[in-house]
C-alpha cells in the first residue's frame, strides 16, 4: 500500500478508536486539544480533496521536501488557528467530529488513490504546483506528525506505521538537508527534528557530531 493511503488510514482508525473523554486531554500541537488536532485535520482533508479537484497545465515548481516551508515558532495569532479551536467546540459531541473527519476523510483517501494512478499529473496549491506524487507523498509528514501529535497524551492509543514512520523520517531529512544520527529511532528523529520534544543530553550530543544537523535543528514547518 502507497504511504499516503497507509498512513491516512492509520491515522483515520486512531480517531476513530478514541473515548469521548480523550477529545479533552492535550494533544502533541502547542495549545490544541485533541479535537482541535482532529477539527484541522477535517481542514487538511478539505484540502487533499481541493488540491487533487485543481489540475495544472504549468511546470511544477516545488517537490515533496519543497512543499514544506521552514520558518518561526507558532506565536497563536494565526486567524485560522484560532479559528479551528473555536470551530472544533462548536461540534460539543465528539461523535459528530468523528463522523465528519470519517466523511471528508474517506473522500480524501479515495482521491488520493485515484491520483497515484498518474502521479506525474500536475496539480496546484499555496500558488505552487506539484505533481500529484510529490504532493501527496508531503502529506506523508503531515498524515504521520499529526499522528504522533494525536497520541502524545494518549498511550493505549495506536502509534503510526513503521513504514509511515520511516518514509516522513526520510523526507524530513530531505528537508534539512542531512541525516539524523543512526540512534535516532524514526519516531525520535521526527520528535526532536520538529521541535515536538527537546533533545535529551546524548541525542543533543549526537547532533553536535561533525556532520550532523546541529544547530539546524527543530525544523517548523509549515
Given at each position: 500500500?502507497?504511504?499516503?493511503?497507509?498512513?491516512?488510514?492509520?491515522?483515520?482508525?486512531?480517531?476513530?478508536?478514541?473515548?469521548?473523554?480523550?477529545?479533552?486531554?492535550?494533544?502533541?500541537?502547542?495549545?490544541?486539544?485533541?479535537?482541535?488536532?482532529?477539527?484541522?485535520?477535517?481542514?487538511?482533508?478539505?484540502?487533499?480533496?481541493?488540491?487533487?479537484?485543481?489540475?495544472?497545465?504549468?511546470?511544477?515548481?516545488?517537490d515533496a521536501a519543497g512543499y514544506w516551508e521552514v520558518g518561526a515558532a507558532p506565536d497563536g495569532q494565526d486567524p485560522l488557528d484560532a479559528l479551528t479551536v473555536r470551530l472544533a467546540a462548536a461540534y460539543e459531541d465528539p461523535g459528530l467530529l468523528k463522523f465528519h473527519l470519517d466523511d471528508v476523510g474517506s473522500a480524501a483517501g479515495r482521491a488520493g488513490a485515484l491520483a497515484l494512478a498518474d502521479p506525474s499529473a500536475r496539480v496546484g496549491t499555496r500558488e505552487q504546483v506539484l505533481t500529484a506524487g510529490d504532493y501527496l507523498s508531503a502529506y506523508v509528514l503531515e498524515w504521520t506528525l499529526h499522528h504522533l501529535d494525536l497520541v502524545a497524551h494518549l498511550p493505549h492509543a495506536p502509534r503510526p506505521p513503521a513504514e509511515a514512520l520511516a518514509g516522513a523520517r526520510a523526507l524530513l531529512e530531505r528537508i534539512a538537508g542531512a541525516a539524523f544520527p543512526a540512534r535516532f529511532s524514526d519516531e525520535d528523529a521526527?520528535?526532536?527534528?520538529?521541535?515536538?520534544?527537546?533533545?535529551?543530553?546524548?541525542?543533543?550530543?549526537?547532533?553536535?557530531?561533525?556532520?550532523?544537523?546541529?544547530?539546524r535543528v527543530p525544523l517548523l514547518l509549515a
Open positions: 500500500m502507497d504511504l499516503f493511503s497507509l498512513s491516512w488510514a492509520a491515522l483515520r482508525a486512531a480517531v476513530a478508536d478514541l473515548a469521548d473523554e480523550d477529545f479533552g486531554r492535550p494533544s502533541g500541537c502547542r495549545g490544541w486539544l485533541v479535537r482541535d488536532l482532529v477539527c484541522h485535520l477535517v481542514i487538511d482533508a478539505q484540502d487533499v480533496l481541493i488540491t487533487l479537484a485543481t489540475p495544472s497545465d504549468a511546470e511544477p515548481t516545488r521526527l520528535l526532536v527534528g520538529t521541535g515536538r520534544r527537546a533533545p535529551t543530553a546524548a541525542e543533543q550530543a549526537a547532533l553536535a557530531e561533525p556532520g550532523e544537523l546541529g544547530a
